[in-house]
């Protein structure tokens, strides 16, 4: 696989963030297929676009956080979940890993680090 057929969507509610994120996916010439910014649109997206991998961030606003989130989408397609999260709540933390994401990045997020994360998927 390459890296522009990596299909990611990132899932993030701070749009600064969210468009940090996606500039240096994009650099990198990864194929970012949508984003969103709450769990809700993070789910009905996933099940348009079908990305491979999801950027989700943990503390969404809105009624379902990134967690809620991941589980339905991870019901419907197997999808690889790098959760994202500057909360550092154990329960909160032990409670994503206990959906075996591919990975867990605490915020503030390192480009450099994610994309050389992303790219172990090529």
């Known amino acids: 696989m ?16 969210r468009l940090d994120l996606e500039r240096a996916l994009q650099l990198a010439e990864f194929n970012i297929v949508a984003t969103a910014s709450t769990g809700k ?12 991998v ?4 943990i503390g969404l ?16 397609k197997e999808t690889k979940i790098i959760f994202l999260s500057g909360n550092s709540d154990v329960k909160t933390n032990e409670e994503a ?3 075996t994401p591919f990975s867990f990045v605490i915020k503030p997020v390192n480009a450099s680090v994610l994309v050389d994360l992303l790219n172990t998927l090529v």
């Open 61 to 76: 606003k809105g009624s379902m956080n990134g967690i809620e989130a991941a589980k339905l989408i991870q019901q419907t």
């Open 41 to 52: 649109s993070a789910v009905e997206k996933a099940q348009v676009h079908r990305p491979n």
């Open 2 to 17: 390459s890296i522009e057929n990596v299909k990611v969507m990132i899932v993030e509610d701070d749009m600064i963030i």
């Open 97 to 99: 890993l206990k959906l």
């Open 54 to 57: 999801i950027l989700m961030d």
